[in-house]
């Protein structure tokens, strides 16, 4: 089969949230020859852009949006299989919690699927996580980008006092941070001085991408 169908394949099957064909297509491609990180650049990733885009859009649903990162998910592993450890793309590590006496982690359980779909090392600390354990945290895994997720208004205070510690332990310049959360706004994060919001988990790839110069 050509590669340009492959790589077409690679894309749909993802668009498609489609597991085993995921798994078929980048096995296929392996075999023909085709480099596993053109498979990845040029198939897949494109794929799982596009399925943030219309989630972000509305023509996508959660349940569409998570089987599309578990394809995404299949299909990084298979690649990374087939390629030298020093030639996988780290794109950087992330601490990332529902901030302390807020429970509702849907959205960021999509952003972490995601995140992971692209080649992020993510650490997913949970719902209802104090401030001083996401930092503890992002301190011994020696993190690029903090990320907090709060859904109420009265929990998205605990997102303004984590930038305040990580001031007071001369440690803001150490971490990149990025807030999101169905009350959270850029305004928001430009008041309390996160570096980025995200408004959805497609937007968030995007934005740590951008934090991390990728």
Known sequence: MAKEQLLE?????????????AEEVAKAALD???????????????????????????????PELMLA?????????????ALPQEKIEKKGKIVIATVEGDVHDIGKAIVVSLLRAHSFEV???????????????????????????????TTMEAQKKLEKALREANLRDRFKTIVGGAPATQRWADRIGADAYAEDGGDAVKKMKQLLGH
């Open 9 to 21: 394949d690679a894309r749909k099957a993802i668009i498609d949230s489609d597991n085993s064909k």
């Open 123 to 153: 650490y997913d600390l949970g719902r209802d996580v104090p401030i001083q354990e996401i930092i503890e945290k992002a301190k011994e895994v020696d993190a690029d980008i903090i990320g907090t997720s709060a859904l109420l208004t």
């Open 32 to 62: 023909g020859g085709i480099d596993p990180l053109v498979l990845l650049n040029q198939g897949f990733v494109p794929g799982i852009n596009e399925v943030g885009d219309l989630f972000g859009r509305g023509v996508l649903f959660l």
């Open 69 to 81: 990162a578990e394809a995404m998910k299949t299909a990084v592993a298979i690649c990374n299989e």
